[in-house]
């Protein structure tokens, strides 16, 4: 156990809708990462923050959004679902300060149908 | 951009016996980190092993070590006295050294072990 939860654990759901995948990170750890799984495009990372504030974006589309409100957990957003969005997401936390290890999150697995 | 290559799609080898599986990348960056991920059947991402790209001695984490070649960009890992439970996806992933910085991770070697 990573100490790092997520919720739900699976969701499906229909294309056009939106959800939102939630994440708690390791006690005292600052830094939330999300990254995507897909069977064509691998793991890929899509949206950083770091104490509440936005650190950095990848390959994140217009139609996701993240937070990270102020007891640290996460929030990704994913509206307008296509059949493609269909992928395993992982959330991830690190210390900071220096550690920059992540530990991972078991993962939602998002279908869209 | 930093790249990650892992060439051996697949892998398998006998219970007991030693494996290395490899990883190269590409980076202009002189400090960075190299990590080692395990995704078993379960799906979750368990970190194996680190690296600092500024140490010279390789890691070391009981069974398994790393031989991590700065000059050639090469950052195997070698496990071994495999254990069934060893088997899984094995990422190796490259972390720029500029404070939290993102994975940027390999395409995987999914590693098996016969009994």
């Known amino acids: 156990d990573s100490g790092v939860t997520q919720t739900p654990k699976h969701l499906i759901t229909a294309t056009g809708q939106r959800v939102t995948l939630r994440c708690s990170p390791r006690?005292?750890?600052?830094?939330v990462y999300w990254y995507q799984q897909s069977l064509d495009q691998g793991l890929q990372f899509l949206i950083q923050y770091y104490n509440g504030e936005e650190r950095a974006k990848g390959n994140i589309l217009e139609r996701f959004s993240a937070q990270q409100f102020p007891d640290l957990h996460s929030e990704l957003n994913l509206s307008s679902l296509e059949l493609g969005d269909s992928a395993l997401y992982f959330c991830a936390s690190s210390p900071g300060q220096g550690r920059n290890e992540q530990y991972f999150g078991p993962g939602t697995r998002l279908t869209v149908t | 951009a930093q790249t990650v290559t892992q060439s051996q799609p697949e892998m398998s080898v006998q219970e007991a016996e030693t494996v290395t599986l490899s990883c190269t990348y590409d980076?202009?960056?002189?400090?960075?980190?190299l990590f080692w991920y395990k995704q078993p059947p379960s799906r979750q991402m368990i970190l194996v092993i680190r690296?600092?790209?500024?140490?010279?001695q390789n890691a070391t984490e009981n069974r398994f070590s790393v031989n991590f070649q700065k000059a050639a960009k090469s950052f195997s890992l070698k496990i071994s006295d495999s254990q069934l439970g060893d088997t899984a996806m094995y990422f190796c992933?490259?972390?720029?050294?500029?404070?939290?910085?993102?994975?940027?991770f390999g395409t995987g070697t999914r590693l098996t072990i016969i009994p």
């Open positions: 980076t202009s960056e002189n400090n960075y980190y």
């Open positions: 690296q600092e790209a500024y140490k010279q």
């Open positions: 992933a490259f972390m720029r050294n500029f404070g939290n910085e993102k994975l940027t």
């Open positions: 006690s005292g750890d600052l830094s």
